[in-house]
């Protein structure tokens, strides 16, 4: 079972985030683990049942508390029929999710997809230099393939670029996300960072009020490198995967987070084509367009 | 029904008489302590000569202690040194891996069950020249059974082939820090930190409520308790849910359970709102001999498992910092809301960076609710400099001190986690008396053995295993330690008023020794020997146990 490490300080919106996966599921079953219930405020309509330590939840979701005891919690959770499509797994605010996720690695039921760090663009710089806290929030964003600017409507366009780049130095190679509310695509929060399993979300179109999908039918071929290069320079693109026919007539797998891609030999029987994902506005995309 | 008992020598703790010959009971209280015909003038009595040639002091007071040992004696101990068991025997301390194997072997011998778990407790490499035990070594005693033992310091766990097997991790591939693996990429058998000792030591025994203990472990933790002279016990952590609290109201009521047990609600795992829900429900549940309603906060990981939070320098060999495990804003909303609700918390910091984080938020709590008489109490704190007892003492905290660890791991802590400064002023019990700060010493049971009698030889001789003594000037001296191990720790848990000294109206409750701890010699204060005790004015031979 794929799992996503959701970490990230108190008050960075993990459990906004958790809460609009649920609502934003479209099918998938998905079983969330959180340290304890807190604040989770899930509507009471979800709920179908309700034995303490788990909350089934309808359309087949489920919320466990795992309390101290993280391993036993998935031990228990891998035993569950049906069993979930995915895992999210939310830290709590001091814990450092690359650990969490080094543990989960070792139990062969599960298989880590990624690790999702939220930010509080309000306060994030404030908590890097707490007297207690700074190395704490620090390894956090290093551990992080994708990092949520979260809260980004409230602070000012001036701030908003001086952050980025501040996060960027801080990460290692973390794609970075301007989010409101915790809003974000679920495909690119539980996105696979880990192995290449194919590309499942270019059927979905699903959309949020931030990010849109756009997806290109790529008939003719093209220097698949120049064009990596070339949509990664675009900054509302936060993810691209597709097929693509090379110049040569070699069909390849792209692969694009933020500002990395890599190119693979693409797998048997699969059509030239291409999904991207961005903030809206998208910009119009000639270059695909006209191979399309 | 009043009985006078006639001893050699009654310590009292008392310092208005600090020496008596008798001691008065009645209820299961004192009436009083001093000469016999001082006594007589309560009425009829019966003059009990029974402990005539021993030494009465005040019942023991272990102020951080789990029940787990209880529950830890069913499995094989291959500790380092030797270790008397709930029934009395001394297993003796094994000073080599064949010596470990060898005792596994035993116990695999004794075993009908070819696929049962044999798990081991209490191993310690250090004392093995850091030699590793490997799961080829642990294959020697069975591979179709799981083997797995558990370190001393309780952060490490070694295994068999066949235990990784049942895990699923016999396989090459792994890349986990807490995951050594061996030169044919399998993993030696050395599992490190609790996530990645959980999925194997379920398959040796080592299962989730490990650190909550059982009926029987209960009860064999009772009976170590009257061995070493205690007659009131912390359970420092536990989750207490009711099932649990059901069972240890049920076995504490039992008219021959010996001992006062105050077990302590632990942090993690709920919020702030529900603990201080939890515990004041707790509260309701307390009883005579199980007394609920206080909460233990963990704030940070262990120095020898470099998990706990520094100070800088931090780590003497460049360890990254430690681990967090509440957060500033949780642990100041779990100090506020116990002030105003009357709580009473213990906090677990180990680093001195963790240390100064509890200072700052009392500080902050205090001021928002000033209480007069909070105890609040740090536990371990075993890094604390000289400024932040200053400071403890000015915000009217207690502390507890883990006068144990510097002989167990005094040497590690000098030559590898802090170096020697900082090495030297581990568990500074001098100075925190200097500063007036209300203290206890510790064993932490069963991270070091249950015994205050050699907690207290710790801190006055402050002698590392290897024979040196490190921190001259933090030594105390015999006085004191007793003081600390019967009304300083009865202290830390509000208890000083019905415990910790033998005195008009307070318990009946003393340790009945053979030896005289005040005239033995600091340096033999180990050695006092222990008939029993009695609690409530019940009286518990070790011998009958």
Redesign the interface.
Same mark, same amino acid.
Request: charged share 10%; proline share 0%.
């Given at each position: 079972m794929p799992v996503t490490v959701i970490g990230g @300080?108190?008050g960075s919106g993990k459990t906004t985030l958790v809460n609009h996966l649920l609502r934003n599921a479209d099918g998938r079953r998905l079983a969330i683990l959180v !340290? $304890?219930? =807190? $604040?989770l405020p899930i509507d009471a309509d979800l709920i179908e049942a309700d034995d303490g330590d788990v909350i089934s939840l309808t359309g087949g979701c489920v919320c466990c /508390?795992?309390?101290?005891? +993280?391993?036993?919690a998935l031990?228990d959770m891998a035993k569950m029929e049906p069993r979930p499509d995915h895992i999210i797994l939310e830290s /709590?605010?001091?814990a450092?999710p690359g650990?969490?996720a =080094? /543990?989960v /690695?070792? +139990? !062969?039921d599960y298989s880590l997809d990624g690790i999702l760090v939220l930010t509080d663009a309000e306060t994030v710089q404030e908590r890097a230099n707490d007297k @207690?806290?700074a190395?704490?929030i620090l390894r956090q964003l290093q551990d992080a393939n994708i990092i949520l600017l979260n809260k980004i409507d409230l602070i000012s366009d001036d701030k908003k670029a001086a952050l980025n780049d501040w996060l960027q130095e801080k990460t290692q190679s973390a794609t970075i996300i301007h989010t409101q509310n915790s809003v974000v695509p679920i495909e690119i929060a539980l996105q696979s960072f880990e192995h290449d399993g194919g590309f499942s979300a270019d059927r979905s179109t699903h959309s949020t009020s931030q990010f849109e999908t756009k997806f290109f039918a790529l008939n003719n071929s093209i220097d698949v490198k120049a064009l990596a290069e070339e949509l990664a320079e675009v900054p509302e693109i936060v993810r691209a995967k597709g097929f693509v026919q090379n110049e040569d007539g070699v069909l390849k797998t792209l692969q694009l987070v933020g500002q990395r891609f890599e190119i693979t030999p693409a797998p048997n029987e699969v059509e030239a084509g291409i999904v991207v994902i961005g903030m809206k506005p998208l910009p119009e995309l000639k270059t695909l367009a006209a191979t399309g | 029904m009043t009985t006078i008992y006639s001893a050699k020598k009654i310590i009292t703790m008392n310092p208005a008489r600090p020496e008596a010959t008798h001691v008065a009971v009645r209820d299961g209280r004192i009436l009083g302590a001093g000469s016999l015909a001082e006594l007589e003038g309560w009425g009829d009595y019966t003059l009990d000569e029974r402990f005539a040639e021993k030494v009465i002091m005040p019942g023991l007071v272990e102020g951080h202690s789990h029940a787990m040992e209880g529950t830890l004696w069913r499995y094989t101990y291959v500790g380092y040194f030797d270790r008397m068991d709930p029934n009395g025997k001394v297993w003796s301390g094994l000073d080599g891996i064949e010596g470990v194997l060898d005792r596994l072997r035993e116990a695999d011998a004794a075993m009908e069950d070819p696929d049962a778990p044999l798990p081991g407790w209490s191993l310690d490499p250090i004392y093995f020249n850091n030699e590793r035990v490997t799961r080829e070594d642990l294959d020697k005693v069975s591979t179709t059974r799981p083997v797995g033992i558990m370190h001393a310091s309780g952060h490490i766990l070694n295994v068999n082939s066949k235990a990784l097997e049942m895990a699923g991790l016999m396989k090459t591939g792994l890349n986990n820090p807490g995951v050594p693996l061996g030169k044919d990429g399998l993993p030696t058998g050395e599992l490190k930190g609790p996530d990645v000792m959980t999925p194997v030591g379920i398959h040796v025994g080592f299962d989730r409520d490990m650190l909550a203990c059982d009926e029987q472990g209960l009860v064999d933790f009772a009976k170590l308790c009257v061995r070493s002279g205690v007659t009131t016990a912390t359970d420092l952590a536990a989750r207490l849910p009711d099932e649990a609290v059901d069972m240890m109201s049920r076995v504490t009521a039992r008219e021959n359970f010996p001992t006062r047990i105050v077990p302590l609600r632990f942090h993690h795992g709920v919020t702030p709102e529900e603990l201080i829900a939890h515990v004041l429900e707790l509260k309701k549940k307390t009883s005579d001999r199980l007394r609920l309603g206080m909460i233990k906060v963990v704030v940070d990981g262990s120095i020898q498992g470099f998990s706990a939070r520094m100070r800088w320098p931090g780590y003497y060999n460049g360890a990254e910092n430690g681990l967090w495990y509440i957060s500033p804003e949780h642990l100041k909303q779990i100090i506020n809301s116990s002030l105003e609700n009357n709580i009473h918390i213990h906090t677990h910091t180990n680093g001195d960076e963790a240390t100064e984080l509890v200072l700052d938020c009392m500080e902050e709590g205090l001021l928002k609710h000033p209480s007069r008489d909070h105890r609040f109490t740090l536990q371990h704190c075993q890094l604390a400099d000289t400024a932040q007892f200053r400071r403890m003492s000015k915000l009217g905290m207690c502390v507890n001190l883990f006068a144990n660890h510097h002989f167990y791991w005094g040497d590690e802590h000098y030559n590898l986690t802090v170096g020697p400064e900082r090495a030297e002023r581990m568990n500074a019990c001098a100075t925190a008396l200097e500063n007036d700060v209300p203290m206890a010493i510790h064993s932490d049971a069963p991270i070091t053995p249950l015994g205050p009698l050699f907690t207290a030889w710790c801190a006055v001789n402050r002698l590392t295993a290897s024979g040196r003594t490190q921190g001259e000037t933090e030594k105390i001296d015999v006085d004191e330690a007793l003081y600390a191990i019967t009304l300083g720790a009865a202290y830390t848990l509000k208890l000083d008023g019905e415990v910790g000294s033998i005195e008009t109206g307070k318990r009946a409750d003393f340790a009945i020794l053979e030896d005289d701890p005040e005239s033995i010699g600091g340096e033999n204060l180990k050695d006092v020997r222990v008939w029993g005790t009695v609690q409530d004015g019940r009286i518990f031979p070790a011998s009958e146990l």
């Open positions: @300080y108190l !340290n $304890e219930f =807190g $604040e /508390s795992y309390g101290n005891d +993280l391993m036993m031990m /709590s605010g001091v450092l650990a969490i =080094g /543990s /690695s070792l +139990l !062969n @207690y806290m190395d704490t | -």
